[in-house]
């Protein structure tokens, strides 16, 4: 193995830009930069690269060239442990689109218009001798100079059967590949991860300002940044951003931070929370058991134990007020429709969730019950009556009201196949949604969404492809 003295980036394949690069130096943080198209000793060297200590974070570009190679039977192994391996670390996967896209690309430039280059470049990635400068000579002799070599505009789609290999094993190893266009927003992109790898980004979400709950996910977000340090003795630091539709929310660490599971630690922030609100006793002798004194561990209670009891409150107070909101819409609405004789407060009353443990600004609320068909409600709602509950229903929970017919259609599909990613998909779309936000995180937010679409194959195909269409390519004109 290499010997790396100091802690530094991974650039696999063509992920380097001069944006990245200028960044990493003018911080004087070291990277390495490896090809993929090369042999099987590059590859092991590649792998303990990956499983260094000093690795800070591993970002690859997969072309289509590395992509056919990666299913070959001498690289099959090394690509499983591989991808195992990136996926125990920070990373950032890219792909063309026109390689993962469930619809053809518009334009495709293809090697193969010189047969004895594509020819020469799969003997050299299978026999290459690992003398990277000899190899990059013989490349020029041929008219490719590997360092500028830009895969939008030399490669061939790889064969299905090895996309589907290299797709199962990113899936087994919980990798999800970042779909870009240009040069120019891989480099954004690149440039993005390495700036929140760099500094232990831990936590990331949108919340918009018209969600239900939104100010009290701010009250509890803040509570449990203060719990991590205080009780967790986690060295955590809140960050982000407000606009005028929404906030952003960031939680950094260090070294120390970054074997932190989050979701575990916000599940008992909440549980602990919950005992100080209802069982006190319990709540100190959880703090008993770690190095906090008797003293300081009652006075925490006590603090928190204040706190809960008026997050509860307002939790309760926002949904009442939500609730009236909600009815005086539909009074409003379903009169015009004919159906003023429903039992609006019933309806308002059945799509407003209600929480029993603090949970909020983690998740995406949603209506507890769709109104969909009539249920046990005696009145036979038309599609039109229903279309109208649901959709003020979710302009009053989501915080949706200045969305269009795609962005909406875009959330329903995150909530019937969104699984895990829900929240962080739904926060995309508010982002993607939001003029104020930052570019780069609008950009990220877009590839995010397109990378979920091109996800859902033939799950939901026909309204993918409108969506992408009409709502991720051209909503914001931001390019690519």
Known sequence: MEAVEAEFFLFLGNA?????????????????????????????????????????????????????QMSSDDFRGL???????????????????????????????????RPSHHHYLAEWARNSDEDEDEDLDRLAEIGINNLDWDPDDYFSPPEERSLEFVRQVLA???????????????????????????????????VPSGRLWAEEADKLLSLFRDWLGRVKGRRVRQDGYSTTRGKVYEFYGDNSTDD???????????????????????????????????????????????????????????????????????????????????????????????????ELGLSNPRPAIQITSPGDVSVAFSSQVIGTVNGIAA??????????????????????????????????????????????????????????????GNQAAGVATGLLTKYLETRLGLGG
Not at 18 to 46: M, Q
Not at 298 to 305: F, G, I, K, Q
């Open 16 to 68: 380097t830009s001069e944006a990245s690069t200028s960044k990493l130096k003018a911080a004087r943080v070291p990277y390495i930069w490896k090809r993929l198209e090369s042999g099987a000793d590059n590859w092991r060297k590649i792998i303990d690269h990956v499983d260094d200590p000093g690795c800070l974070g591993v970002i690859a570009q997969l072309s289509s060239g590395t992509i056919d």
């Open 79 to 113: 690509t499983r442990q591989l991808l195992a391996s990136v996926g125990r670390s920070r990373h950032a996967i890219f792909v063309h689109e026109s390689i993962v896209a469930p619809i053809p690309p518009r334009k495709v430039r293809k090697i193969s218009d």
């Open 172 to 206: 087994d190893n919980d990798i999800t590949v970042t779909p870009y266009k240009t040069n120019a927003e891989l480099s954004v992109l690149a440039a993005r991860f390495l700036e929140q790898a760099d500094k232990h980004l831990l936590f990331r979400i949108y």
């Open 260 to 358: 932190i599971d989050l979701t575990g630690q916000f599940d008992e922030f909440s549980d602990f929370l919950s005992a100080c609100l209802d069982r006190p006793d319990e709540a100190v002798r959880i703090l008993n058991s770690t190095s906090m004194d008797a003293g300081q561990a009652y006075e925490v209670v006590a603090r928190y134990s204040k706190e809960a009891r008026r997050l509860k409150i307002d939790i309760r107070q926002a949904r009442e007020s939500r609730l009236l909101s909600l009815r005086h819409r539909l009074e409003d609405e379903l009169s015009e429709l004919g159906a003023s004789d429903l039992d609006i407060s019933r309806i308002a009353d059945a799509v407003v969730p209600r929480i029993d443990s603090f």
């Open 395 to 456: 302009q009053q929970v989501q915080g949706t009201q200045n969305f269009g017919v795609e962005a909406q259609q875009l959330l329903e599909l995150i909530h019937a196949y969104g699984g895990d990613q829900r929240a962080e998909l739904a926060s995309s779309v508010h982002e993607l949604e939001d003029d104020d936000a930052r570019r780069q995180d609008r950009i990220a937010a877009r590839q995010r969404l397109k990378a979920f679409m091109y996800g859902l």
